[in-house]
């Protein structure tokens, strides 16, 4: 529940357990990560110059969760010495929708922040909380969906099928079963021993240069207060800025390249200000691990985590960071190294429950030197929003963020919507004050928009 005093509109009742089905790998590492005071939740938000109809919009909640098998989930009973964890999905779950109006947008920041210091509760489906804030600008529709149920790629999918719902329109899923194909194992795993010394040969020079290079930099903190839950700043560059980011793609990058150097040159330029020193400076960076022919489909946990490195000397410019980013970035397709993080976990499979619940309170004795400076998760482009209504109209802006935990303290969440870059800064309070977060956000957007 959203610890906010608002209405809730409702348009389903609970029904039995249809089918139980195992967490996969990286859905039992997300269950473990979430703490009370570093929720472990995905943040997607779309924002409408119009008015949604609460009871439609609470029975579009409802049809979409139909859909999607894992958002009529919650967590089965477990034990302490089991393997594994089961989710235990009914065949119909109630799916509120809570309606919060707001008089600014001070109000609905003060709103998305409340949503997002709480982890939905996984002893009762459904596995999110769908918020309806009203405000003078517009409506805005706030989704916050535990990472251990679906990432940000799945977030999206959910919220279109909400919104497909909503207007009336065909939502075609594709020709697979959503809970089958949820085995990373079988997406990215090594599929011999061969491809898994491979891999571990590649994994253990990264780890040399790294530990050469020293361990990884610090983003600087300024302001920030010891208090649990996180902050947003939320940007959305213009067309013109958009083309100006474009422009620094070429014909050996991606744009998703650009976003982790001009991220890493952020980074740099704000520590140097803040007179921090800035060695390795590392990001976490999600890989899609979906094959194309269903790459934006499926409600679930389907993406594995990796590491780009940026050293010292290396991010002085953009243009020096691209190059760096770049190379980072192609090892990890070379190798295949997204699947090294499932080629890992699958060997901590034989683990009991009570052994891998203890792992994430054991990194900072490491001195968290496994811990990165910073992430990014990117989207890509977003389309497919439908036409809502008269009083709704379209869908005018789309943020999404992913969590993350101190001393990483700062998380970005890009996407491309309507030929414009959005960007969503997460940050928790002991990292930076509101108007640090706005200054950091700014300083990013203008490396990536000059």
């Not at 943040?43 to 609460?54: C, K, L, M, N, S």
């Not at 909503?166 to 085995?183: I, K, N, Q, S």
């Not at 990264?206 to 903190?221: E, H, K, M, S, Y």
């Not at 970005?412 to 309070?429: N, Q, V």
């Amino acid at each position: 529940m959203v610890p906010v005093a608002v209405p809730e509109v409702s348009h389903a009742q609970v029904h039995p357990v249809m089918e139980y089905v195992r967490l996969n790998a990286l859905d039992e590492l997300f269950l473990h990560l979430d703490h009370r005071e570093e929720p472990w939740v995905v943040h997607y938000e779309v924002h409408i110059a119009g008015r949604f109809d609460a009871d439609r919009l609470a029975a579009a909640v409802a049809t979409a969760a139909t859909r999607h098998p894992i958002a009529r989930a919650r967590l089965a009973s477990w034990h302490a010495a089991d393997l594994g964890y089961r989710w235990e999905i009914a065949d119909v779950v109630d799916t509120p929708v809570t309606i919060v109006d707001c008089a600014d947008e001070a109000e609905l920041a003060a709103v998305r922040e409340r949503l997002y210091c709480v982890s939905p509760s996984l002893d009762v489906a459904p596995p999110f909380i769908v918020v309806l804030a009203r405000a003078a600008a517009g409506d805005s529709l706030l989704l916050n969906l535990h990472h251990a149920a679906g990432d940000g790629i799945g977030a999206a999918r959910f919220v279109l099928s909400i919104l497909r719902a909503y207007a009336g329109v065909e939502d075609r899923l594709p020709p697979l079963d959503p809970l089958e194909v949820r085995d990373v194992d079988a997406l990215a795993g090594a599929a011999s021993p061969a491809e898994r010394f491979e891999r571990r040969r590649a994994v253990w020079l990264q780890a040399v240069d790294d530990w050469l290079a020293g361990p990884p930099a610090r983003l600087a903190t300024a302001g920030g207060a010891d208090r649990p839950g996180y902050g947003f700043e939320l940007l959305v560059l213009s067309a013109e800025e958009t083309d100006v980011f474009r422009g620094h793609r070429t014909a050996d990058t991606t744009l998703n390249d650009v976003l982790l150097a001009g991220l890493a040159v952020a980074i740099e330029r704000w520590n140097r200000a803040h007179d921090r020193p800035a060695r390795r400076i590392a990001l976490t960076m999600p890989v899609n691990l979906r094959p194309p022919e269903w790459r934006t489909e499926v409600l679930g946990n389907l993406a594995s985590y990796t590491t780009v490195s940026v050293g010292r000397g290396q991010r002085d410019d953009l243009e020096s960071a691209l190059e760096a980013a770049v190379k980072g970035t192609r090892r990890i397709k070379e190798h295949a190294l997204a699947g090294s993080v499932v080629d890992q976990l699958r060997r901590l499979s034989t683990l009991p429950l009570w052994v891998k619940r203890m792992l994430p309170v054991l990194i900072p004795l490491t001195g968290n030197i496994v811990v990165d400076t910073a992430s990014l998760s990117n989207l890509g482009v977003l389309e497919g929003f439908p036409w809502l209504g008269e009083d709704a109209g379209t869908v005018e802006a789309v943020w999404f963020s992913p969590p993350n935990r101190m001393p990483l303290g700062a998380s970005f969440g890009a996407s491309t919507f309507d030929g414009r870059l959005h960007l969503a800064l997460r940050y928790r309070r002991a990292q930076f004050d509101s108007d640090a977060a706005a200054a950091f956000a700014k300083l990013y957007r203008d490396v990536l928009s000059t």
